[in-house]
Structure formats: C-alpha cells, structure tokens
C-alpha cells in the first residue's frame, strides 16, 4: 500500500520541478548541467498535463507546475484548497497502489477522478505509469496525467444524444406503424409523393395498384402497374406545377393489375408546405368512382326510360281522350236512340192497347151472349181469343212500364195509406187465380203497424207481381203474404213466402234482369215475358226501397219489398237493367 506524500516535503524547495541530474553529467563548474536542466525543467513544466514522480512507496518526489496546482499547497493557501490538494493526493496514493497491483506498466491506464483545487470542480485524469530502475535511488515511478474531463463529458454527451437518437427513433417507427396501420384501414387507396414525384408512402389498397406482383397476371399485370404509374404520375406533376390551391382533385382511369378492369377513380390531393412555405409532399385519396358512374348510367336509364314512359302516357291519355270523346257521342247518340226507342214503344203499346181493349170488350160481350147464345166450339175460341188477347195487353202494359221508367217518365205521386189494407185488396184480386190451385195461401197483417207514405199503385204493382209469381212458381203446398214494420230501421215491408220451385244462386242473380226467366219453356206454361220482376226492382228502388230475394231450388222462395216509412221523392229515370 503506497501512501500519498505531502508536496510541500519534497518537492517544495526546489521550484515547480526538481529533478536531480544523472551523476555522469556534471561538470566540474556545474554550469553545462545547470543549464541544460533549466531547459528540461521549462520543457516538463510548459507541458499542460501534471507530470509526477514518486518512489515506490508513493511518495512523491518531482512535480511539474500544473501537478503542483493539483497536489500542493502552502501555509497561505485557501482551507477549501487544502482540503482539495489533501483530497488529490489520497486518490493519486490509491490510483498508484492499484496500478502497482494491477501489474505496473502492463496495466498502463487508469482513470484517476480529482478535484480542481481552484474552483471545486471534478476533474478526471487518465494515469499513464512508467516505472523507471535507478541503481543509485532505486525504483521510481513516472506518472503522466492526461486530462479527459472534456473528453468524458463529450462521450456522456455522445452517449446521451444517442440515448435519445434512439428513442426518437423508436417513436418515429411507433408513428410510422400507427400511420401505416390507419392508412391501410382505409380502404380507398393513399399515396404520399416527394417533389421529385418519388413515392414515399403508400397503403395496401394502393399498393395492388401500383406493384406488380411477381408471377400474377404476367405481362399483363405490369403493363397495367406502368399505365397507372403514367397515369398518377401525370397527376402529381400537375399539382406540383400548378397554382397555390392547398387541394387539387381531377378524375381519370386506372386499371386493375389483377383483373384488367378499369376502374374510374377521382383524386383529391392535399400539398404538405413546410415552415418556409416549401411544398415537401403530396397526400393523394384515390376514390373509385365505378358505383358512381354505374349509378349514373341507371339514373340516365331511369330518366330515358322515364321520359318514354311520360310519351307514351302523353300518347295513351290523347288516346284516351279521343276514346271518351268517342265514348261520349256514343252515348249521345245512344241516349238519343234509347229514347227513341221509347218513345216508339210507348206509341206502340198505346195503338196496340186501344185496339187491344176493343178486341176484348167485343169478345166479352159477345161471351156473354149480347149477340145471341154462341155454341160450344165458338165459345171455346172466343175464351181462347180473349186469353191471348189478355197476355198481349199484360205484355204490352209491362213495355210501357218499362219505357217510362227508362225514359223518367214515371213520376211518383206519394200518398199515406195501409199497407195492411194495401195487401187484402191485392189478395182479393188474385182471388180467381188463387181458386183454380189447390194451394194453402193467407196473409198476415199485424195489429199496430204506422201507415207507409209512398206511392200506393206503384206498391201494390210490387205486391201483386209478387204474389202472382208466387202463385205461378208454386204447384203445391201454400203462400204466404206478410206485411210488417222494423221499427229500428223504420222500414215496412211485404213478404211473399212459397213452398214452390225455388231459385238456385246463379238464376237468382239474374232473374231481375229484362226479359230474365229461369225456364222459358215451363214459364211459357204459366204465362209471363220476364219483365215483372225487373219492373218490381225499379218501381221499389224509385221509392228508396229495396227487393230482397232468399230461395233454394226445390225449397220455395221468399220475395221481400222493403220500403222507408216515408218515400223520398225521386225524380228522373231509374237506370236500364241489364238487356238480355
Ligand atoms: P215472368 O214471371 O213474367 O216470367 P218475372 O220477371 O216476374 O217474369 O219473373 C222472372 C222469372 O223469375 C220467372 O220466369 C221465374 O223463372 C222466376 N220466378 C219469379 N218468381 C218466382 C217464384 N216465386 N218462384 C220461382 N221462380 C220465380
């Protein structure tokens, strides 16, 4: 263990360095010597760097000027400096200790941590041992201080700024990672240019546009990559030539390197300007347009297909208005027909009437034997002459009707009255037919009914259709004829029951039609035209009522007129049924 050796001991006295020369340079004056070791001492002691000398033991025996800053100190020195210098030379004794055990001068360098006795600061110093063999003054240590204070604080600060180099640079690639991974989520593809139109960076999307890939799609492929790269290019030149607009957008078409498919895309750029106004990249937003333009080719479609339909409209309501036009000077001329025809049917119902009537009461007059007894055979063609007689004017009767109705020349003439009496004159005037059948036929009438206000003859026209009908259409069993009042309707009403040949559905559709019959030939039995039943309807409807009809084939049938208590008088003609 070398110890640290107090300055002031030896090497005080003799200056800043003191070296004692070798003994076979001396001279017999001295004064070569003396001048030559003057010269040595100005050269070790100009040296920036502290040069010292200790024994073996570490005892210091020379020092240069600058060692001396750092390793002695005088009785008018500072304390803080004493203490300093006192410092010095314990890590200086220690520094020597280690480097004598680690070997000497093999293990050369050493790091010796010191304080600047002037100002307090830490100074570091590199130790550079050599030892140096003396016969006369034996071993002797030679230790050169290099000062790499600096040269420490600049690689902590090397060590620091790449320290941080590095860390920056961890967060660059961090953002360039959270960059890439939100530029790829965006399915349109992005491109990033630098002035020179080089491509810095770009997404997955764009990536399938702008890269061939080896062995997929061949010539093909690339061929599509070069013409998109021509195509982008083109544009970039031209946002980077162009005006001062921070946003550029144009559209032009690319094409799928994979399928061969164009594909109409829009651009939009943005300029990335630096601090001193440079433009130092371009972002660009590829959007594909082909749903777009595909949309448009519908919408023009649609509007084509539009615009023809509103021709053809146009064309089928001129058609349509030609047709009504048509229409309407048809039913003109019909109108006028119709009533025409009327009119000469009612003329001709009334000439044949009165002939008709004449014919009649000359063979009931010559029946009942005015003109002297008849015999046998002339009496049964007379009864046959007066039959058909009968039936032509029933039949001419119902035209008549028919063609006022039509013609609305039937007007209403309300009157209040019974219609339980109504019914028991109608019942006595079907007597006679009633007699020549077998069948049960009554009326019924309730006690307290309101008296109808309506037309009187018109009702009992209904009434007796109805019941003769009944009496036709029924070969056996009864009829029954019902006046009643639904109080809650405030209707009245008469229904005629049978127990005869019923109507099935389809007939009963159509049985109030003109000249309608279920059977021709078995009506033709019993009389009747058809006419009856459609006269009814419009006689009941003129009155506000209604004739509602329930029957089954081979189960009888059930006619009900239905009319308000009070008629409505109704003006005008009823509407035509249906022509057979
Ligand atoms: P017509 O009695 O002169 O033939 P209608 O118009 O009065 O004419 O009757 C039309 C047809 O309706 C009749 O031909 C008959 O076929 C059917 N019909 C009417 N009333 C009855 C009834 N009570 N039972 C069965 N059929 C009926």
């Not at 961090?174 to 997404?203: F, K, Q, W």
């Not at 300007?273 to 595909?294: N, P």
């Not at 109030?512 to 009941?540: C, E, M, P």
């Amino acid at each position: 263990m070398t110890r640290a050796v107090p300055l002031e001991t030896e090497a005080r006295g003799t200056g800043p360095w003191a070296v004692s020369p070798p003994a076979g340079a001396r001279g017999a004056d001295g004064a070569a010597p003396r001048r030559e070791r003057a010269l040595l001492d100005s050269i070790i002691n100009t040296f920036p760097d502290p040069i010292l000398v200790t024994n073996t033991e570490g005892r210091l025996l020379l020092a240069n000027a600058r060692a001396e800053s750092l390793f002695a100190a005088g009785e008018g020195d500072s304390e803080g400096r004493r203490r300093a210098v006192a410092l010095n030379n314990m890590l200086l004794s220690a520094a020597l200790s280690q480097w004598a055990l680690g070997g000497g001068p093999s293990s050369a360098r050493l790091e010796l941590p010191l304080v600047d006795p002037t100002d307090g600061s830490d100074l570091l110093f590199e130790l550079l041992g050599a030892a140096l063999d003396d016969r006369r003054e034996g071993t002797r240590v030679v230790s050169i201080l290099r000062n790499i204070t600096d040269l420490r604080r600049a690689t902590e600060q090397v060590e620091e700024n790449y320290r941080r180099l590095r860390i920056a640079e961890a967060n660059v690639r961090a953002e360039r990672d959270r960059l890439d991974l939100v530029i790829d989520s965006v399915a349109d593809p992005i491109l990033v240019t630098d002035p020179a139109g080089n491509l810095m960076l770009m997404n997955a999307p764009a990536d399938r546009l702008f890269t061939a890939t080896a062995g997929e799609g061949g010539e093909e492929s690339e061929r599509a990559v070069r013409a998109n790269d021509a195509s982008f290019s083109t544009f970039v030149a031209t946002v980077f030539l162009g005006g001062d607009e921070n946003r550029v957008r144009d559209e032009f078409t690319l094409s799928d390197p994979r399928s061969g498919r164009a594909i109409p895309v829009e651009a939009v750029c943005g300029k990335i300007v630096s601090e001193h106004g440079d433009v130092t990249a371009v972002v660009t937003i590829l959007h594909d347009r082909t749903e777009a333009v595909e949309k448009s080719l519908l919408y023009d479609q649609v509007k084509r297909a539009s615009a023809e339909l509103q021709e053809k409209v146009r064309e089928a309501t001129a058609e349509l208005v030609r047709q009504n036009e048509l229409l309407r000077r048809q039913h003109i001329e019909l109108e006028q027909a119709s009533l025409a025809k009327s009119q000469f049917l009612a003329n001709m119902s009334h000439e044949f009437r009165t002939p008709l009537n004449a014919i009649l009461g000359y063979t009931g007059m010559l029946l009942q034997g005015v003109s002297g007894p008849l015999g046998k055979r002339p009496e049964r063609n007379l009864q046959r002459v007066e039959s058909n007689a009968r039936h032509l004017l029933a039949v001419m009767n119902d035209v008549l009707d028919i063609s006022r109705i039509e013609a609305g020349r039937m007007p209403v003439h309300p009157s209040t009255f019974d219609l339980g009496e109504l019914v028991g004159e109608v019942m006595a005037e079907v007597e006679p037919l009633i007699a020549r059948t077998s069948l049960e036929v009554s009326s019924v009438v309730p006690g307290r009914m309101p008296r109808l206000r309506s037309d009187r003859p018109k009702v009992k026209q209904i009434v007796l259709n109805l019941l003769t009908n009944a009496l036709k259409f029924t070969p056996q069993g009864s009829v029954r004829v019902a006046a009643m009042y639904a109080p809650d309707r405030d209707v009245l009403a008469v229904e005629v029951t049978d127990t005869g040949i019923g109507i099935d559905d389809d007939d009963a559709k159509r049985i109030f039609d003109d000249f309608q019959q279920v059977d021709d030939s078995a009506t033709r039995a019993v009389g009747g035209v058809g006419l009856g039943l459609s006269i009814s309807r419009r006689l009941a409807r003129m009155l506000g009522g209604e004739i509602m009809l329930r029957s089954r084939k081979g189960k009888g049938s059930s006619f009900a007129l239905r009319l308000p208590r009070r008629a409505a008088r109704r003006a005008g003609a009823v509407p035509a049924a249906k022509a057979p």
